[in-house]
């Protein structure tokens, strides 16, 4: 077990990331203090009683990031006083920030800082639409919650996170993936412009036809070329839609797996169908289950592509009728809050039939092995692995829309974005965790390459069979450690990093926030 409070979690940060405390100290009062003179609210520890201070600093998705303690925590309520905090922290040389959209990002140091200035965007929030209703500006500091909410009963809606609590700021910056992007394409895929105030503290509008390469960008790159204050996104018609989570005994695994690499498979027959199939097993109480989450935009779900889900018994079955909003909002009961949580990603083929459904079954007994041996010896630790389709027809949607930074490419055919969670209590159990969801994912690649070599996954026309199908790794769903930017295809990171130079010659982004760095 760990036992250093100040963990590996900031160790590896730390090598990432430099943290200059010392050096810092000083020029980090000064520029909270100069940001307070430029009329931006700006809170301090000495402000603990005051609920804005403590939404900033310490409410995270994940509790290992309100272990970091802010200089101060400021409060912009327009682009140009990020604007203002930009040039004021350039002005104090090695003061550390951070951007706060949602706080839902468990990785420590990406939107959370120690000694430095944590911006929070929780005064650009709103959700305005377009009186054509075509698009809506929305604050980068509102969670999907409230942009549903404000778009329900207008007819339409945007591709968004499905659960509510998740941030509008992080998700789209990473793509984002939806229960409408079948039909829609990734939630990136779905802006047409980002007002963003860059490292020189300018305001841009990036988009189709006005800083293009920025406009690409930001499409799935990250935060490492400006601070995002609006998004413009496409709205598309919404009614009544069906879905909700069914549980399921472990003792269904297989029917569940055989299921979704079906599903996947045959994905382009329905794109308004989304599934995320979760299995979970909580060391404490020994309960195995699991979760599906299903959607689809109609009030009813057709006969065709839930068939074989259907035919499988639940435990419970919270699927109905409902509006997008309710949906979105009630997906938050899911959302545990006080604990610490680490994600972690990796791609895998969507092997056709039998092959996808033996890989499938394979990974997920593995998991389950790891965790009844190793996890098990770790009381009050939760593990779930996720399996979330990428069907060939979201990267359509994405070159369709202009491309973004991912470059998917359609022809290289059906994948699955694996998702790996570890929750636990305290901080004794970080080296742990860390080691464990390494562990988890150490061997699936080299065994599919190797056991199932030379078979295409479903939908596959062209491309590298050893590469692309493993790639890209989801950034919205990876772990510090782990190198999404440098994932992406077809010179995708060539290309993003020298856009990021371009816009930030002299690195401010890349030394003074955390992030998915460029190497
Ligand atoms: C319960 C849960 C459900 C999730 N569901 C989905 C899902 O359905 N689809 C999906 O794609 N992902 C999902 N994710 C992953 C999620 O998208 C990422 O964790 C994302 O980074 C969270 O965004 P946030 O704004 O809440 O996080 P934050 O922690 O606030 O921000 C994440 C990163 O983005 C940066 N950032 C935020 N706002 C800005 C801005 N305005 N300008 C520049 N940088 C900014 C931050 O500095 C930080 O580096 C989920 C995660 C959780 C925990």
Redesign the pocket.
Known sequence: MGVNVRHSLLSALALSFPLTRAASSVNATAACQSISATGTEVLTLADALNPQWTDAQSHY?SAANADLQPACAVYPTSALAVSQIVSILQNNTGVPF?????????NVG??SVEGGVLIS?SNLSSTVLSEDTTTADIG?GARWVQVAEALDGTGVTVVS???G???????T??????FLSAEYGL?CDNVINYEVVLANASIVNANASSNSDLYWALKGGG?QF????KFTMKTHPIGQIWGGIRSYAATEAEALLNATENFNENYDKDPKAAVIVTGEIAIDSLLEIFVVFFFYDGPTAPAGIFDEFNAIPFLTDGTETRSYYDLINSDDGT?LYGLR?L?RATTLPNLPNATGKALYNYHYNEWRNYVMTEGILHPGFIFSLAFQPMPYIIPAESVAAGGNALGMNPAEGDRMWMEYDISWLTALGDDDAHAMSMNITATIDEYAKTVYAGIKNTHFEAGNLEEEEYNPIFM??AMYDQMPLQSYENDGYIKLKAIQQSVDPTGFFPSR???FKFT
């Open positions: 998705w951070a951007v706060k959209s949602g706080g839902h990002n468990p990406y939107s965007m980068p996170g499905r659960l609590d998740v941030g509008v700021g992080g998700l910056l990473g793509g984002g993936l939806s939630v935060n400006g601070i995002v204050t959302n949580y994600i919205n769903d926030t955390g992030g």
